[in-house]
């Protein structure tokens, strides 16, 4: 048996690019549904080895390999990619975040009760260690993808991405 790396990597990344994003919006969940643990994993399987491994670096649109673009191409082009994938670490830090600006690491739907009793919201509100180690995983991902070739923006005048990105920062929680 032969080993493929790259091609098996490139083959998740297209499936999790199927799967996660339909009709222009992010799914959030898993098989367990959405929840902190689950939705993390899906960003660290797109971020961790793009910002880990030079040969597949999203951030640098002129540096991005064609196969790479081919595996992600339902997310867009050499530009786009990167811009959205921003867009959801934002998301995802608004939506795993407080009112009061805490963070929130509840395993939620994650967890799977035997028989007939179900979670109380006590439970089901508990924070876990899985949750606050993809958080912190996820975090430093999120400063490391950003760089000057994700922010030139195409879009002419009066239409910053940064500025989006900034926007959607300070304009309160998505909805989930």
């Known amino acids: 048996m032969r080993m493929q790396p790259r091609q098996q990597l490139l083959e998740i990344w297209r499936a999790t690019a199927r799967l996660c994003y339909r009709d222009g919006t992010w799914v959030w969940g898993g098989r367990d549904g959405s929840n902190s643990i689950s939705d993390a994993e899906q960003l660290l399987c797109l971020m961790l080895p793009a910002t880990t491994d030079p040969r597949f670096v999203l951030e640098w649109p002129d540096a991005t390999s064609d196969d790479v673009l081919r595996a992600l191409n339902d997310f867009g082009d050499a530009i786009e990619v990167p811009r959205l ?3 959801v670490l934002n998301e995802y830090l608004l939506r795993y975040t407080r009112p009061d600006g805490t963070p929130i690491f509840s395993g939620a739907g994650y967890f799977h009760v035997d028989g007939s009793d179900e979670l ?9 260690v899985d949750s606050y180690t993809m958080s912190v995983a996820a975090c430093p991902l999120a400063g490391r993808s950003v760089s000057p070739g994700v922010f030139r923006d195409r ?7 940064a500025h989006e990105i900034d926007g959607a920062g300070r304009s309160g929680r998505t909805s989930g």
């Open 85 to 87: 994938l921003v867009r």
């Open 120 to 128: 109380s919201a006590e439970q089901a509100g508990m924070d876990i």
């Open 155 to 161: 879009r002419g005048p009066g239409s910053s991405f």
